[in-house]
Each structure stands twice: as structure tokens, then as C-alpha cells.
């Protein structure tokens, strides 16, 4: 089955072409216009944002602008092909571990005929406007060109504490994998908790100190779980109009009164509590720090009007597990409020080893009533063995010392001093999540294309991502960054922003 740029079926072999691809991340779609006998569901990758990223690129299109991203282009039909062997461009190679040589997948071909332009799905970045393929180190902050020598740092990845290619944190994987296998093809509550499950469990509610924690495939589904389980019709909760959307669409799913306070708004936040005391049952939910403004929720102020009220606190912890507070704990411990939240979301994706996964923690019949209400949990596999292992070596070694968190806030403050003293805006305050505010989506998707060039690498965002207007360049400290690394990257802020006139 091939799928044009147009988004409509083409002439192909059918949709079982896909199952035979290998491909395990899809979605449901029914095809726009498509004959009766042939609108069947039809499985389609999970490459599509890539797909249209590609697609835009070739028309001169700002990236992340709802308005263009279901656009056609004129006089040009890209296509994802389903194709049995893929091979890189002439002079690449495949360099992570398995050795060289083609693999399966799905190649991506347009532009100019002959150009070569060609790539396999997940595993290939291609570099604009050379057509030069970038492979990813294994979640390292060093991305390597697979073409040329030298290599660009990486701005925009999750890793914060540089866990992710840690040799003790790969090697507990690999010793996970080997001891207890791939997994056990199955939920938790059958046969698909080991040892090593439980354990990491109790790790994590040790590390938060609290009474016991649930793991979950992520953290998506932590908070899909949570609202759903805990709130009934008589109950509400309280949300920051920011919150991230795991946490909108969690909510959605209980049948709690629901209302939504302005950002960071303790005013508006008391007003709606007054609200609610009609209520049974009062959750105020929040993240802890805000991953697109890189701002820290006031939970000193969260806390006192939760007690005020009699509500309860909850905190989502993804962009703080691991790296905020005097030994990584959090935003609870940075603000010294861990004896007043009373549950907690986090991840183990971005800091504790960057694969995936996901948990709750905090009161023990909270957590047992969640093992037997929380839908994500009752019918999702559970975790396989190397992310299990990878996770706990990284609790093991924050837990250890904490050494490494303490490097973060030097290395955040140098680049937020050094980037404010050239003239940039940047939002938030002292999280290494450091957006550089530019305002203007085509000024970001160009400073970002432009950086790449100059050897960094970061994202710019737009709208639907962040609200119009709001169009910025989303750069994130990692700990295995070093003083150059950080300095390099300004340097290139400071020539790439004089180019383009975001500074005088």
C-alpha cells in the first residue's frame, strides 16, 4: 500500500502489507473519499509527523503549523513505500550495534529525481539542505553524522542527567535482559510481574519516600489511570490550564466536576477551590515544572490553599524526577513540600535512563487501589526486563550521590546568564528546559535549520504545539554537556539570531 502526500489510498497491495513490514507503532484511520468495499480501517505508521516534516520541508513550510499540515504540494507526491530491504545513500553506513549492512523497514523517497534522498523509518535524520543522513547516537547528546567526521551536540533530548548512555545503566539492561528475558507476554496481574518489577516499585517509593508506587508502560498512562480510578461524579479537580496533555486527557476520562485555574494562578486557583467545597472530594493537579515554558509550579502556594480547602495535591514530576532538588527527588523537595503532596506521576524516559516507562506513588491504599481499578495497568504488558533494570541502576546511582544533580544548576544558570546577557529572551527560571522566545514560527523552523548547520541541534515549536504567537526554540541542558559544549551552542544563538534579525 503506498500513501500519498494527499493522504488518500493509492494503488497498492493492501493494508496486511504493513503487518508483514514489521511495523509495531500504528493508527486507525479511514481513508478520505476511499470506495465503500475499500473503507476499511487501514493501518497507517507511526511515521506520519515525520512524513509531513519531510513533506513541508520540500515547499518552504514552517514546521509545527496546523494550517500547513494538511496541505498539499503542488506538482510533487511524496510517499512512504513499504519496501522489504532498505539501504542508506552511497557512502553511508549503519554504525549502532548489529553490525553493517541493510535491514527492514520503510524508505522514504522524493524531491528531485536522482537526488537520492532516501531513508528508513525511525532510524535516520535527514539533514537539511544536504541531504546528508545523521544517525542518533544511542541517546547520547553527541549525534554523530554517519558521513563526515566531527559530530553535533544535541540540545533537545530528555536526557538530563546523560543516564540514558551510561555504561552501568546499559550493562544492568543487558545483565536484566539476559537473566529474565524479553518479557512475559502478558499484564501484570497474570504472569507479568517478576521480581525485578516489584523491586524497581519499591525503589521508587523509597527515592520519593512514600508507601509503595505502580508501575505503568509510561507515564501517559500513569495519568490515563489515575483521575479515572480515584475521582467519582461526586469529586473535582482542579487542573493549571498548562498542564500537560496526558493530564487533560486523564481527566477527561473521570466523571469529576472539573475546573481549570489560570496558569500559575493562586488567585484564581483559591477562587476555584471556594467553588468546589460543594464537592465530596478536591484534587488540585499540576505539574511540577512545565516542559514548554521551563516555569516551576508554586507548590508552597499549591499546598497551603490545598490545606486551606481540604484538597488533595498531585503532581506530575516528568520534567523534574531525577534533577531538581538537593538530591533529584524534585519539585516537592526543591520547594520543601514532600510531607504535603500527596501523589505523584513521573516517568522513567527522561532522566532514569531514557527508555520508557512510567509510575505512581504515594499512599499504599492509593496504589493497591489503583492495581485494581487503573485500566491503563489492568490491560497493558508490563515493562520488559531491560527497561526495568536500566531504571533501577539509574535510582541506584542518584541514590548513590548527588553529584551529578548538583552540576545541572551551574550548567543551566551559565546558559541561561550567557543567553539573556546576548539579548535573548528566554522563559522560566532556573530549570534546563531553556526556550528561547522568538514569537514568530518560520523565525524559529529557520534559526533551527540554521543551528543544525552550525553544528547544534534543537527543535523549534509552534502552533498547535505552544499557543500562536508564543513560537520559540526549546533548548534542554543535559549533565554530560560540558562548559564548551554550552558555550559553542550560545556562540551559534548569538550568529544565527544576528542572520535573522531576532537580535540587533
Request: charged share 20%; aromatic share 6%.
Amino acid at each position: 500500500m503506498h500513501v500519498t502526500s494527499r493522504g488518500h489510498r493509492a494503488p497498492g497491495p493492501g493494508a496486511e502489507s504493513w503487518a508483514r513490514c514489521g511495523l509495531a507503532a500504528s493508527f486507525t484511520r479511514r481513508s478520505p473519499g476511499a470506495p465503500a468495499a475499500a473503507a476499511r480501517s487501514q493501518r497507517w505508521p507511526s511515521c506520519v509527523a515525520s512524513w509531513r516534516r519531510s513533506w513541508k520541508e520540500s515547499a518552504g513550510l514552517a514546521l509545527g503549523r496546523a494550517s500547513e499540515s494538511s496541505r498539499p504540494v503542488k506538482d510533487r507526491a511524496s510517499t512512504w513505500t513499504a519496501s522489504p530491504e532498505v539501504t542508506a545513500p552511497p557512502g553511508s553506513r549503519r554504525t549502532w550495534p548489529g553490525g553493517e549492512g541493510p535491514f527492514r523497514g520503510l524508505r522514504w523517497s522524493g524531491g528531485p529525481a536522482g537526488s537520492g534522498r532516501t531513508c528508513t523509518l525511525g532510524h535516520w535524520l535527514l539533514s537539511r539542505p544536504s541531504g546528508r543522513l545523521w544517525l542518533p547516537g544511542v541517546n547520547s547528546n553527541l549525534v554523530k553524522p554517519v558521513s563526515s567526521e566531527g559530530g553535533i551536540l544535541n540540545f533537545c533530548a530528555n536526557n538530563y542527567l546523560g543516564l540514558s548512555s551510561h555504561p552501568e545503566v546499559i550493562q544492568a539492561g543487558l545483565q536484566a535482559l539476559e537473566e529474565f528475558g524479553a518479557g512475559l507476554s502478558s499484564v501484570r496481574f497474570i504472569c507479568g510481574t517478576q521480581s525485578i518489577h516489584k523491586d524497581l516499585e519499591a525503589k521508587i517509593a523509597q527515592f520519593h519516600q512514600r508507601e509503595d508506587a505502580i508501575l505503568y508502560p509510561s507515564c501517559f498512562d500513569a495519568n490515563a489511570g489515575l483521575f479515572e480510578a480515584l475521582l467519582t461524579p461526586e469529586d473535582a479537580v482542579l487542573s493549571d490550564e498548562l498542564n500537560h496533555a496526558s493530564i487533560i486527557d486523564g481527566i477527561r476520562l473521570c466523571k469529576a466536576h472539573k475546573y481549570r485555574y489560570r496558569h500559575l494562578d493562586m488567585a484564581n486557583l483559591e477562587a476555584k477551590l471556594q467553588e468546589a467545597q460543594k464537592h465530596r472530594l478536591r484534587l488540585v493537579a499540576t505539574d511540577g515544572a512545565f516542559s514548554m515554558d521551563g516555569d516551576i509550579a508554586p507548590l508552597q502556594e499549591i499546598c497551603r490553599l490545598a490545606s486551606r480547602y481540604g484538597a488533595l495535591v498531585f503532581v506530575d514530576e516528568c520534567h523534574a524526577t531525577g534533577f531538581l532538588g538537593a538530591t533529584g527527588r524534585g519539585t516537592d523537595e526543591l520547594l520543601g513540600v514532600m510531607d504535603q503532596v500527596t501523589i505523584i506521576n513521573s516517568t522513567l524516559g527522561k532522566a532514569l535512563g531514557g527508555a520508557s516507562g512510567g509510575y505512581t506513588t504515594g499512599p499504599g491504599p492509593l496504589v493497591s487501589l489503583l492495581r485494581q481499578r487503573a485500566r491503563p495497568y489492568l490491560f497493558s504488558n508490563s515493562l520488559p526486563p531491560a527497561v526495568i533494570g536500566c531504571a533501577s541502576k539509574a535510582l541506584d546511582l542518584l541514590m548513590e550521590s548527588n553529584a551529578i544533580v548538583q552540576s545541572m544548576a551551574a550548567k543551566t544558570q551559565r546558559f541561561r546568564s550567557k543567553m539573556e546577557a546576548a539579548g535573548f529572551a528566554i522563559s522560566g527560571a532556573h530549570h534546563p528546559i531553556c526556550p528561547v522566545m522568538l514569537g514568530d514560527a518560520r523565525l524559529a523552523s529557520c534559526m533551527a535549520d540554521d543551528m543544525l548547520k552550525r553544528g547544534i541541534f534543537v527543535i523549534g515549536f509552534s502552533y498547535p504545539v505552544v499557543p500562536k504567537g508564543k513560537a520559540r526554540i526549546r533548548v534542554q541542558i543535559s549533565a554530560v554537556h560540558s562548559e564548551e559544549d554550552i558555550d559553542r551552542c550560545v556562540e551559534a544563538f548569538v550568529e544565527v539570531g544576528r542572520l535573522h534579525g531576532a537580535l540587533p
